[in-house]
């Protein structure tokens, strides 16, 4: 997950609020995390521990600082790192410390390594957890059970997330996977037989959360079309659906692990044809 | 990118060295575990100090346990909900010096077993002629553990038998059989609980008793009008069973005053013990709860304060199913074993060790990851013993949940469900069926033997506890009197085990068996302090540890080599405290309360 916000308008005579809730604020996703974790923290104690959550976010704030520094030669701007690092520190279960630190790092470095067009293409904190689920599974486990499993936290973290999502303009990337998945659920319910109500049961949860508003909407590794937003996350759920048919726990991770970097991969070279075609047309 | 390419190429080998790490700390984890090969008794004896070897047959004990069948409507998911009941308590039920061993079993129209010690290493189940056996019947639920304890005081320990059903008391007459006295008692019709604690909280001489409810009382689990009977959430469900404390009158009846005393919880208690924690001559209560955190209620005078988040315990909900005492670092104070649940890549709760830490005030750091006995599977049963008698209290760990195809896994269809909403979760038709699957099945069992510098090593496959059972239920008891401790373990859908263990006869050991006068007779709750070689360790009697278990009343401490004992220091439940001097290893001493 990182968030860094790039459509900047100048706004002008707007009222704070506005400014604060607008577009062109790179704090509001960092802030609305912050405040899914608070929430979480102080009613239901979701953490495994304040630490380690701190160390990952640590180690992800440091570990950005630095590498932007030695490889881009300036110094970030870090909403995006702590974004990855609070987020690798709530999906992450491990009574151990060293994979928060170790997930953090690999999501942060992930960004400076696996480059193409000087663009990285794996959303970090997805490909680092990832490595931590594939590399690490005698250790570490996700974010599957925890957050209370009520409805009212669960109401206000869709609605506020909704709402966030919305002034940020990627609402229609949130909706379309959801609307996937509750129908890919239907139909993994007809050809497994199992209860709907049982398919559909984990999005449900705050991993789904999480994965929803600050995973797939990610603006640095997804798709710039609208349209091709909508149909990349689509496809997310569609693998997923196919990984969930043959039981994998953590579909969606992978699933976006899959389709992240090939959607992006597809549209840098729809790119490049098209800026071939317009020379040799010109 | 502005950097080198000197530079980029330093990045990309530091990131796949960093890829690279966990698969770097997996091989070290393996290369640990393969040096656990099995060996002979010799070998294991001279490694470790001791060999356990499986002697149910031999000891005339063919006992395996019947699972219940609950509701058709829950038949989908019935190895989940009908996964417990399995137990095992050890008692000197007629006082002739010899432990006998109590076994539940739990299919309507199942047989309890009670076998006597024969003295001559074998068993004979004498539960049909002491009136203990048909007590699975239809229309009163189904046994789920039993403690033993004697709450009238007339020197036999009366029996309180733990039931998805109506809860039974049976009193001792004096070892030739058993009344069955529950509504003379006044207990409730019905309790769906796992865990039942004997302990005098108010320290009036009389033994109470603590009943934890798991599925909520107003469920007759055979009768369901509705599926909403699971947890409402995995993590903070508190749609449990309620507690019960039962306030002995001492005229054989019992007062509920369990909300009266500060015990309110509808969490899905599974495990419960009591033990004085403070010092203070009351006992407090610790709760291990299923889908949630555990709680602690500290006893002041008579009545109860939950302060498990204070106190460190009650932060992290887990799935506790065990709770255990042992003073492992042999510094006088109680560390609290708690099982959970770990399964690799789908949930890694880690067991919990709770270790008091400095200070005035109570407060509890988990240390089972720095201590070794952290990961454990899908963990139940647990006790503290001093299996090698080095002086330093080992960790006997029993686990396995459901084991049915060896091929196939429910954990997928379980995660699912059990990260959603509680609408969901709570339901379980909503629940997948289990068509044969395993979960967490096949499992092996954890021996850790403790260094005494704050490390325990999993020694099972190499000292002889190699089953893979769905363990439920660990009890520990020197059942032929030899000076040294035995492991009987409680198996669901499986054979009940009795592991034999033969020590190292340079180690020293010495034990007691303490009668109350003033206290309650069956000394539950009473400390003993044995100062030895410089050191010091601390012990109680207990009214049920464990998870659904009761280890032998007896006392049982490992010394090391060369033992010059110091003293003993007796603390018992009425306050006065007692000094044995003059001990000698090798010993049972039986040490009657000053009047």
Known sequence: MSHGVSIGQPVKLEAAWKRFFSPSNRYLSPLLISCVLLVGQLSYGILESYTRTLLAIATSLVAELILSRIYMGKWPNVASAYITGISVGILVRSPAFWPYALCALISITSKYVLRVHDRHIWNPSNFGIVAMFVLASGTVAGLSIQWGNFVWPMIVIWTLGSAIIWRLRRFHISATYVVSFLAFALLRSWITGDPWWSEISPITGPMYQLFIFFMITDPKTTVRSKTGQCVTVFVVAAVEMVLRLHQAVYAPFYALFLVGPAAMLLEMWMDARRARLLVAHA | MKASLTARVVLAILFVGMLATPLAIRQVSARQEEAQAKLDEGQAIARYGFHLQEVSQPAGVNFVHQAPTLDAKLEGIMPEVASMGASVSIVDFDRDGWPDLYVTNSAIGSQNHLYRNMHDGTFQDVAAQMGLADVNQAGTGVSMGAVWGDYDNDGYEDLFLIKWGKPELFHNDHGRGFTRVSEAAGLPPWINANSAVWFDYDGDGLLDLFVGGYYSEKLDLWHLHTTRMMPESFEYAKNGGRKFLFHNLGNGRFEEVSEKAGIKSNRWALAASAADLRGTGYPDLFIANDYGVSELFLNEGGHFREAGEATGVGFAPKSGMNVAYGDILNQGKYAIYVSN?????????????????????????????????????????????????????????????????????????????????????????????????????????????????????????????????????????????????????????????????????????VEFSLQGSRSNRSAIGAQVTLYWNGQQQIQHVSGGSGFAAQNDRRLHFGLGKNPQIEKAVIRWPSGKVQTVDNLVPGKLYNVREAE
């Open chain 2, 341 to 509: 649940i770990s399964q690799e890549g789908v949930l890694i709760q880690g067991n919990n060790l709770w270790v008091p830490q400095e200070g005035s005030s109570l407060k509890y750091e988990n240390l089972a990851r720095d201590m070794g006995v952290e990961l454990g599977g899908w963990s139940f049963g647990a006790q503290f013993g001093d299996l090698n008698n080095d002086g330093f209290l080992d960790l006997y760990l029993t686990n396995g949940y459901i084991s049915l195809s060896r091929s196939k896994s429910y954990w997928y269809d379980f995660s699912r469900v059990a990260g959603g909403n509680s609408k969901i979760i709570a339901d379980a038709a909503d629940w997948p069926a289990f068509d044969g699957r395993s979960l967490s099945g096949y499992q092996q069992k954890k021996v850790w033997i403790n260094d005494g510098a704050g490390k325990f090593v999993d020694v099972a496959q190499a000292v002889g506890a190699t089953d893979i059972y769905d363990g439920r239920s660990v009890a520990l008891a020197d059942l032929w009197n030899r000076g040294v401790l035995d492991v009987v373990v409680a198996n669901q859908r499986g054979p009940l085990l009795i592991y034999k263990n033969t020590v190292n006869p340079q180690n020293g050991w």
